[in-house]
């Protein structure tokens, strides 16, 4: 008893030092915090806003026309055997491909509300459907970033098949748990019975086509504003950390990190700000290729889209909240999903290399060095993964003895 109590104590002491420490800044620099916060106003506004919104009202109304339950039945053989998820989890995955973060959990906590997927079932889920959007790949980072379309192919190869890598080995997460029930089997065609799941689902939704469009705008607005608050938080603390030396400390970490694995040290601050924010580490990388190798810039862009940012994971972390899946699955997932994407990108870029050396004049100085990866470079990324798959293993490790030491005292009470 005493030691829970204890860890709370500790743990309310912590974040109210946070809260007050972040206050204290923002009093300090008022009025880079209230630029930073512009900055972040200004992104969700003409970014996110505009391009999340007519998914998330789509996603909506499919799933009050009983889409998700079409696609349950439809895709019940494939999604389990592979992903160890029902059927129901394909309408996550393609919503959460087309649209991005953080849409793949927003409906993994609605199924889960729904009484769809069971507790680990959703974070297997949500572990691989936390992927970003064609249109931030193609659009932001290819094109609005690096200047060049065909990067983009290289970072939607690296960051999808990553992720299904992650959902595969998600599988065998928590494998003792019980699954949720099968649909019923019913004679015919299963394209029939799919169509039969979708239309019973939506007679007992009972809502009008106008109930469901306005719960639709309404349920998408108060997501979008949420996502918008994060955006703008995350903007000051990136850029007040920085004001008040922070930065200094992580910087030698990351700086040290950098040179042991041979990746040049002008990517310390893309790899800081992609921490917290994906879209600023990615535009801090992009910055880099007319003095470095775009490879390794390319790379460390695909690791930080696979981590997804402290931004993104605060978003996921709220919608959660309402439900008991739990975040810690899906924080080792997006750095076993950063570290896999990255691996990918070493490997498929000589594929692509005629396409993209016309980008950056230091291609021409670097030339035999990124097109021939030496054994070394790709040993050392391989030794970091090993590193870090442990790592995730030995944390798993911990925290089911200790849900398991937990169980055992609530059993010995009980008697």
């Known amino acids: 008893m005493i030691q829970p109590l204890l860890r709370s104590q500790l743990k309310t002491i912590l974040l109210a030092f946070v809260a007050f420490f972040i206050a204290t800044i923002l009093l300090m620099y008022p009025e880079q915090a209230f630029q930073s916060s512009l900055r972040g106003l200004t992104i969700w506004w003409d970014v996110v806003f505009p391009s999340l919104l007519p998914f998330f009202i789509t996603a909506e109304m499919l799933m009050g026309f009983g889409a998700v339950h079409f696609l349950s039945v439809l895709l019940e053989p494939l999604m389990r055997p592979i992903f160890r998820v029902p059927g129901a989890g394909a309408f996550v995955m393609a919503v959460g491909l087309i649209s991005g973060n953080p849409m793949g959990a927003k409906l993994t906590s609605r199924l889960r509300e729904q009484g769809m997927v069971t507790r680990e079932e959703g974070e297997r889920l949500i572990s691989f459907t936390s992927t970003a959007g064609p249109l931030f790949l193609f659009g932001a980072v290819s094109v609005g970033f690096f200047e060049k379309p065909s990067i983009g192919i290289i970072l939607a190869i690296a960051h999808y098949s990553s992720s299904i890598l992650v959902g595969m080995a998600m599988r065998f997460y928590r494998q003792d748990a019980p699954p949720s029930p099968s649909p019923p089997k019913r004679e015919g065609w299963l394209l029939i019975r799919a169509l039969s799941a979708m239309h019973r689902a939506r007679i007992r939704d009972g809502r009008s086509l106008g109930q469901l469009l306005g719960q639709s705008v309404t349920s998408a607005i108060q997501t979008l504003l949420l996502i918008g608050g994060f955006i703008m938080m995350f903007s000051v603390l990136v850029q007040l950390i920085h004001f008040v030396g922070v930065t200094l400390i992580l910087e030698n970490i990351i700086s040290s990190m950098l040179s042991f694995i041979h990746f040049p040290i002008e990517l310390t601050d893309s790899i800081l700000a992609g921490i917290f924010e994906i879209t600023l580490g990615s535009q801090l990388a992009s910055a880099t290729v007319s003095s470095i190798p775009i490879v390794y ?119």
């Not at 230091?362 to 060095?369: C, E, G, P, T, V």
């Not at 790592?391 to 398991?404: F, S, T």
Request: charged content about 10%.
């Open 297 to 415: 810039a390319l790379t460390i862009v695909s690791i930080l889209i696979g981590w997804n940012g402290f931004s993104i994971h605060a978003q996921v972390a709220s919608m959660i909240s309402k439900t008991d899946i739990r975040y810690l699955p899906y924080l080792l997932a997006r750095l076993f999903h950063g570290v896999l994407a990255g691996i990918i990108t070493i490997i498929i870029y000589p594929l692509f290399d005629n396409r993209v050396t016309t980008l950056s004049p230091a291609m021409a100085i670097y030339q035999n060095q990124t097109n021939q990866l030496s054994q070394l470079f790709l040993f050392d990324i391989l030794q970091w993964f090993t590193y870090i798959t442990l790592l995730m293993w030995m944390i798993y490790q911990i925290q089911a003895r200790h849900q398991k030491r937990i169980r055992s005292i609530k059993t010995i009470k009980i008697r």
